[in-house]
């Protein structure tokens, strides 16, 4: 089948991959832009299990400040390189997440760390397990998988804080 440029065009602009990926997940898909989408999903699952044991040493420290300054999250987000720490993805990533502490208030970073004891649901008050405030189908956790996919780098949420005034 051929594949012409507007699916391949449409497919990168969906899910971020190269062209080539594009070009080969179509392929696979007999041209079917939604199953191409899914192959490269799983693609980038594969290839993010196999970087999550990597190092990361570099990244950013992100502020978000909302309700008139009454509410405000910093997050510390991990990568393996400066360069990617300064790209549009990683940045837009850890942007995201600091919006999402100071909207959802979550207690723990993930389900290790939350304690036995805890009456709050993991879904609830584990961040990485939390959907995602911009698209309720995924969560955080796989936001952070996306990105990884996109960048070729491990990621790794470290630690958040969220403030409240009079909190």
Known sequence: MAINAE???????KCGAGVMECRNALMDSNGN???????????????????????????????????????????????????VARTDAFKELAHNLA???????????????RPAE??????NACLLLQPYIKDLSKTINGLIIETVAKVGENIRLKRFARFELGG
């Open 118 to 123: 805890c009456e709050v649901e993991a879904e």
């Open 33 to 83: 832009v939604e199953k191409a989408q899914e192959i490269l999903r799983e693609k980038g699952l594969v290839k993010a299990a196999k970087k999550a044991e990597r190092e990361t040493v570099q990244g950013i420290v992100e502020s978000y400040i909302h309700t008139q300054g009454r509410i405000g999250a910093l997050v510390e987000l991990n990568c393996e390189t400066d360069f």
């Open 99 to 113: 919006m999402q502490v100071a909207a959802m208030c979550p207690l723990y970073l993930s389900e290790e760390d």
């Open 7 to 13: 699916q391949i065009k449409e497919l990168r602009e």
